[in-house]
């Protein structure tokens, strides 16, 4: 797949996995998107939008990492 074509459903699950409970399943999720680099910033910023608040604060975490 091309780092731009990014399927919807998986970087759901994936931004799913970023509050888990277990860590690291946590950990994986994050080095997931980060791997996708900035291309996922836009499903990211979309995610914090829409999220809880103790939701939004991961995801606010790794735009900031990808810009």
Known sequence: ???T???SP???ALLE????RDQKLRDAARDALRAWGPAIAP???RASRRARPDRRRVYD???AELE
């Open 1 to 3: 797949l091309p780092l």
């Open 5 to 7: 074509s990014i399927p």
């Open 10 to 12: 998986f970087s759901q």
């Open 17 to 20: 996995y970023t509050t888990h």
């Open 43 to 45: 499903t990211l910023r």
């Open 61 to 63: 975490e790794l735009i």
